[in-house]
């Protein structure tokens, strides 16, 4: 087994138990809150975000992977806090979240310069505190492969050389960015069983998603409840598709759920989204998935087995 650090603390691999691999306890716009805070309310938020993981874990959920980092606005004390209220076992990331660009600060270093800085969150600390990063993250959407966004996932890349720790990304399947973020990944050396390549889910193209899944990784179909680009039926076609062909123990269900979210005004993302929670695909989706036929051992897998797999280092 391996040992993972939460943010309160190392836990066998073996206990993870249920785990929902892709949520956010806050979401905010990083300048945003440093210039004008008067627009934040801290407690609101903690009590949107105890609310949520409480619900879960009513649920049977064990552990959650935060993959809030750079430019999303992580705040380490703020998801210790709420792991702490909760008693729900959190893991964090490091990393940057980007689509095109990075500040100034790492475009005038080295990819190296910026791989170290990953790592000290992993082994020495975030943001100055002795909680670790157990994973890393990066993204890449419809803008592509940018200068930026290459520099970056070239730094995930050799922070997990250095770690030993997975990687999550942001991929934008109408684009193939999980392909290009594959083939940046492999290049530098990485072992496609420790990728887990986010939002594949975002499609129902099943040539597509089948094409990343030669390659070797996990797949994240885990953005439920959000509808903008696929129905959750949409959703759960894919899923049953893919558990018949078997790749349940390739698949992570999730929904990328952000307790509190700053990027539109109050409101919008739960009119929009209205099933939209970090507990549909529990109460929702999974019953649906097992009335066509995925099994009990398929859903064990996909919320059990897969995170444990990704996380041990094999």
């Known amino acids: ?44 938020e903690f009590a949107k975000a105890v609310e949520q993981v409480n619900k ?28 702490r209220e ?8 490091t990393g940057i979240y980007s689509y095109h660009y990075i500040p100034p600060h790492f475009q005038n270093r080295s990819i190296d310069y910026m791989a170290d800085l990953f790592v000290r969150d992993i082994e020495v600390g975030i943001q100055n505190t002795s909680i670790k990063a157990c994973f890393l993250k990066c993204a890449t959407d419809a803008q592509g492969v940018t200068k930026d966004v290459e520099k970056v996932i070239r730094a995930v890349a050799r922070a997990h050389k250095m770690t030993g720790v997975p990687i999550m990304t942001h991929s934008h399947p109408a684009s193939g960015t999980g392909l290009n973020q594959l083939d940046i990944l ?7 069983k420790r990728i887990l390549i986010g939002h594949t889910g975002d499609t129902d193209n099943l040539e597509y998603i089948l094409q ?24 759960n076609d894919t899923v049953i598709a893919l558990a018949k062909l078997g790749y349940a123990d390739r698949m992570f269900l999730s929904q990328d759920y952000c307790c509190s979210y700053d990027w539109y005004p109050d409101g919008t993302s739960a009119k929009a989204f209205p099933s939209w929670s970090m ?13 066509n036929g995925v099994t009990e051992e398929q859903v064990t ?3 059990v087995d897969n995170a444990r797999r990704w996380f041990e280092r094999v």
């Open 1 to 44: 087994m391996t040992l993972i650090n939460t943010v309160t603390g190392p836990v066998d691999s073996a206990e993870l138990g249920v785990t929902l691999i892709h949520e956010h306890m806050r979401v905010r716009s990083e300048a945003v809150f440093v210039q004008f805070p008067h627009l934040y309310d801290e407690e609101k």
């Open 56 to 83: 879960v874990k009513e649920l049977g959920v064990k552990t959650i992977c935060d993959p809030t980092v750079m430019e999303l606005g992580r705040d380490i004390r703020f998801i210790e806090r709420v792991a």
């Open 86 to 93: 909760t008693g729900v076992q959190i893991i964090a990331a």
């Open 186 to 192: 492999q290049e530098e050396g990485v072992d496609p």
């Open 212 to 235: 990343v899944l030669e390659r070797g990784p996990f797949i994240g179909m885990d953005r439920y409840g959000i509808t903008r680009v696929c129905s959750n039926e949409s959703r």
């Open 279 to 291: 507990s549909f695909v529990l109460e929702e989706v999974i019953p649906e998935l097992k009335k």
């Open 301 to 303: 897998n996909m919320m």
